[in-house]
């Protein structure tokens, strides 16, 4: 398969996972092409070990969490992205950003993630580059700590 092919058939996939994630279609489509580059740098490097899209993909979320950390947007807890995400009132935005400050920077990173943008805990240890079982417990620590028993 060439370049050509692999754009034309991955490049729509892409970028509708990242346009999910940003919720900006033109940081999607910037991160988008970011991800083709790649591939066509390296596609010669690609070894077939694993499925095609699997290689683009995990480029596709490593792009997309370098975009995110570059510009803070998964460690700002914002109104607008509460509100807009979950149509919640003032009082439980506000109570929730409370509750998100008790918890270390790790632990936040990891509840936004999962909890604001939808990844499943097997994405975000991929997207880590961590043992998955070392992810669902500081998620869970996470949520014990922000009293998520209560």
């Known amino acids: 398969m060439d ?6 058939q991955y490049f729509d996939k892409v970028y509708y996972k990242v346009l999910g994630i940003v919720k900006n279609s ?7 092409q970011e991800v083709f ?11 077939g070990e694993s499925n095609i ?3 683009i993909y995990r480029i596709a979320i490593n792009k997309t969490y370098d975009f995110l950390k570059k510009n803070k947007t998964m460690l700002e807890i914002n ?6 995400e979950y149509n919640v009132d003032m009082n439980t935005n ?15 990173e990891f509840v936004i993630l999962k909890d604001i943008y939808g990844y499943k805990l097997k994405e975000i240890a991929e997207m880590k ?13 996470a949520i014990r700590d922000m009293g998520g028993n209560e």
């Not at 370049?3 to 034309?8: C, K, L, S, T």
């Not at 506000?94 to 936040?108: A, F, G, P, Y």
């Not at 580059?129 to 620590?141: A, C, E, G, P, Q």
């Open 94 to 108: 506000m109570i929730l950003t409370e509750k998100l400050k008790k918890i270390s920077m790790q632990e936040r």
């Open 129 to 141: 580059d961590m043992n998955l079982s070392t992810v669902k417990s500081i998620y869970y620590k």
């Open 37 to 47: 580059i790649s591939v066509y740098k390296n596609l010669k490097k690609f070894k």
């Open 3 to 8: 370049f050509d092919e692999i754009f034309e």
């Open 53 to 55: 899209y699997t290689w």
């Open 79 to 84: 109104e607008e992205i509460l509100s807009l």
């Open 26 to 32: 033109d940081d999607a489509e910037d991160i988008s």
